[in-house]
């Protein structure tokens, strides 16, 4: 679908984005926004993952911090425990699996990857929240989505303001790119985080003007899936907003989108196929 070719290195597997790729949702937490996302035993845990593979998923973004607005704060050691006992479990098992750790713990971050089979980081602070997660990120030099968001998530949508919001996040991520690209790091993914101290009028901007972020000239990654801006717009709630999700989707694809993040995997992947058919170079 898209001219010039580019890779994620994940180890033992490279990610063609020649094709959007589709990352599944898995928090294993008991207070995400989005009910049908929440995994808590082993069994619901594996079960997850199965089916999200089994649907296309070609990589798995496991996070026990929910960043829901307003979410309160926990633990290094209660989300520790979360995660990393689900991301070992789903390696041990599913061995096959390409799986990121969501967080913006360093010390998390690095033991997920180096001990439990982790093989990506997701950073919904891009290297704000721990001052040392890019070390960590330079010294495993594995595929790391940098995420901006304004604030923090009990203070983001506290009346967010920009000059032009797509100049301030490029602007934003200029930087942070340097130093990573400086430390040797090869593969940098960028988010430019819906509903992450946007307003629902930020994100609908944002969208339009999705295609911008090329110039940074890295994979994008979007996760719009059931967010506010979906179901307040449509006066429905998070369990209505599949398909204002798969409408929206399928716009950020058109746009430039390379990773799709979402709670519904096989919607996506179908949004993609039928993609691939109107734009199949």
């Known amino acids: 679908m898209k001219g010039n070719p580019r890779y994620i290195n994940t180890g033992s597997d490279l990610l063609d984005l020649a094709v959007p790729k589709v990352m599944g949702i898995l928090n294993v937490t008991p207070d995400s926004f989005y009910k049908g996302s929440r995994y808590n035993t082993d069994e619901e845990i594996l079960k997850a993952a199965g089916k999200m593979i089994d649907e296309g998923a070609d990589i798995l973004d496991v996070g026990g911090y929910s960043s ?19 991301i070992k479990l ?5 061995p096959k699996a390409i799986i990121s750790v969501d967080t913006f713990r360093a010390n998390i971050a690095m033991e997920a990857v180096a001990e ?20 960590v990120v330079e010294k495993l030099n594995v595929p790391y989505i940098m995420m901006h968001m304004k604030g923090n998530p009990r203070t983001m949508q506290e009346n967010p303001v920009y000059d032009d919001i797509v100049a301030d996040i490029l602007k934003w991520f200029s930087g942070k790119i340097f130093r990573l690209r400086s430390a040797g790091v090869k593969d940098i993914i960028i988010d430019p985080g819906f509903g992450f101290g946007k307003s629902a009028d930020h994100n609908f901007e944002l969208l339009r003007r999705l295609g911008d972020f090329s110039v940074a000239g890295l994979p994008l990654m979007v996760g719009l899936s059931r967010k506010s801006m979906i179901w307040k717009t449509l006066g429905i709630t998070a369990e ?16 430039g989108a390379d990773i799709l993040r979402v709670h519904d995997v096989k919607e996506a992947v179908q949004a993609i196929q039928l993609l691939k058919r109107i734009k199949p170079s």
């Open 68 to 86: 829901r607005p307003g979410a309160a704060d926990i633990t290094k050691e209660e989300e520790g425990g979360r995660v990393l006992k689900a």
């Open 116 to 135: 439990c089979g982790a093989r990506m980081i997701n950073d919904i602070s891009g290297g704000e929240a721990d001052a040392d997660m890019f070390s």
């Open 90 to 94: 789903i390696s041990r098992e599913l």
């Open 240 to 255: 209505e907003a599949l398909n204002g999700t798969t409408a929206l989707n399928a716009v950020a694809l058109a746009n």
